[in-house]
């Protein structure tokens, strides 16, 4: 193949583009948006270190990709705040992850990798609408919705910082977290139960961490977005490699799939240039990974606030034990024999079977309907909140992400 063509310049796609367009191929990414990153409102995001042994820049430095192209901000110690609202704190002596910046300012990742694959001799077609059976790689990110997150960005004083929440009233089914780097905070709330009102969720969530933290909050701007949790039967299919989320590639569990999605562009690019056999890797290194994660999702979506909170102290008993709270996550994702019983189980009750446009039988897991539990009345702050949002958008506070 001489000219490669690849659906979506996003993680993904422009991780491909590069590793491709520096072997000496040529290159043409087709982006339906007018920028890398655009789907994306200046969110911050986390990039794991807890699925790999190895830490995530140094596999990228390895692949050929500079991590210094686009800002990063690591963190080995978060706060974890549990349902009943007793706040401990996970701790690693590593990193545990790094909070990146996703949008089109030049300091976000989507940005930082455009750059390299530019520089690489990538061409970029904005606003570009290509067929994707005209298409080589297809990463063209989320199609469907699974869940959803929903945030606010805010101007504050407090110092950096990460807090992870996890409560089922505020976030049905999954977690909060709020991120705060050099001035500028992100609360988000991700409803892994489908919502008509997902504003009511994020006000709520709001007033929660106001209370907890000295904010100082000055809203800017709402964003969100969602995500699509699938396993497909193959991940080459008719010549075509599918990557990233466009591949079903994320992690049931929490949503952190940006290392997937830049780790399968990788192998998708390799593939191509005759080095390994995309399929095989992709079922080596990640497939494992996603179906811990389905089986951790299934396992959350049995449980409520008292599910959770024995998770919190579970990890908190396994940190003081072992002197490290980064080895839960790992457990997490490491397959063992329990999980491999319950495989087939979860499965079967949790993913449906469909047959994509182009032709892929994907297991993908639906958004799960609401619980007469998540209908709960709003408290005077919430509601304050939510008003104060509105005169916000009424002198020009955007909002990129209304929720489903
Ligand atoms: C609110 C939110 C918070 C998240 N937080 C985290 C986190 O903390 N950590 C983490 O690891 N992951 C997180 N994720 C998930 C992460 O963003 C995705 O898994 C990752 O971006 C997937 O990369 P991708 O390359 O598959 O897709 P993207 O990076 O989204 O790229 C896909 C690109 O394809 C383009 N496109 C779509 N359709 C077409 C088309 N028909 N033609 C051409 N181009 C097209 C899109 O515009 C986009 O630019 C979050 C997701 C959301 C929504």
């Known amino acids: 193949m001489q000219e490669v063509h690849i659906l979506g310049a996003g993680l993904s796609g422009l991780a491909a583009a590069t590793i491709l367009a520096k072997a000496g191929k040529k290159v043409h990414v087709h982006e339906v948006l007018s920028d890398s990153g655009a789907r994306f409102d200046g969110d911050f995001q986390g990039l794991e270190n807890w699925t790999s042994e190895i830490d995530f820049f140094d596999e990228m430095e390895n692949w050929g990709l500079n991590p210094s192209e686009f800002k990063s901000d690591a963190f080995s110690i978060v706060d974890l705040a549990h349902p009943d609202d007793v706040i401990t704190n996970p701790i690693t002596d590593g990193i545990a992850f790094r909070v990146v910046e996703r949008g089109t300012d030049s300091h976000c990742i989507d940005q930082g990798l455009k750059r390299m694959a530019m520089e690489s001799g990538v061409e970029i077609h904005y606003k570009s609408k290509k067929n994707p059976t005209d298409c080589d790689i297809i990463a063209a990110g989320p199609k469907n919705s699974s869940a959803v997150a929903f945030g606010e960005i805010f101007h504050t004083s407090h110092k950096n910082h990460v807090t992870f929440q996890l409560n089922d009233r505020l976030a049905p089914g999954a977690y909060s977290y709020m991120i705060i780097i050099d001035g500028i905070g992100l609360i988000c709330t991700c409803l892994w139960r489908k919502q008509r009102k997902s504003s009511r969720y994020l006000n709520e969530t709001i007033a929660w961490y106001e209370k907890f933290y000295d904010l100082n909050r000055k809203p800017i701007k709402r964003v969100g977005g969602k995500g699509d949790f699938g396993l497909p039967s193959r991940y080459r299919h008719e010549g075509k490699y599918y990557v990233g989320e466009a591949g079903g590639l994320q992690d049931f569990m929490w949503g952190f799939g940006m290392?997937?999605?830049?780790?399968?562009?990788?192998?998708?690019?390799?593939?191509?240039?005759?080095?390994?056999?995309?399929?095989?890797?992709?079922?080596?290194?990640?497939?494992?990974?996603?179906?811990?994660?389905?089986?951790?999702?299934?396992?959350?979506?049995?449980?409520?606030?008292?599910?959770?909170?024995?998770?919190?102290?579970?990890?908190?008993?396994?940190?003081?034990?072992?002197?490290?709270?980064?080895?839960?996550?790992?457990?997490?994702?490491?397959?063992?024999?329990?999980?491999?019983?319950?495989?087939?189980?979860?499965?079967?009750?949790?993913?449906?079977?469909?047959?994509?446009?182009?032709?892929?039988?994907?297991?993908?897991?639906?958004?799960?309907?609401?619980?007469?539990?998540?209908?709960?009345?709003?408290?005077?702050?919430?509601?304050?909140?939510?008003?104060?949002?509105?005169?916000?958008?009424?002198?020009?506070?955007k909002i990129s992400f209304k929720g489903e």
């Open 259 to 397: 290392r997937y999605a830049i780790t399968s562009g990788v192998f998708a690019a390799k593939d191509i240039l005759g080095e390994c056999d995309y399929e095989k890797e992709i079922r080596k290194r990640l497939v494992p990974l996603v179906k811990s994660s389905v089986i951790n999702r299934f396992f959350m979506n049995r449980m409520g606030d008292r599910g959770f909170k024995i998770i919190a102290n579970y990890w908190m008993r396994n940190q003081t034990k072992t002197g490290d709270g980064l080895k839960f996550m790992k457990r997490l994702y490491s397959p063992g024999i329990i999980r491999k019983l319950i495989w087939p189980i979860a499965k079967f009750s949790m993913l449906k079977k469909i047959k994509s446009d182009d032709g892929r039988t994907i297991h993908r897991m639906p958004f799960r309907k609401s619980l007469k539990r998540d209908d709960w009345v709003p408290s005077n702050r919430a509601m304050e909140i939510g008003e104060e949002w509105k005169n916000i958008q009424k002198s020009g506070g």
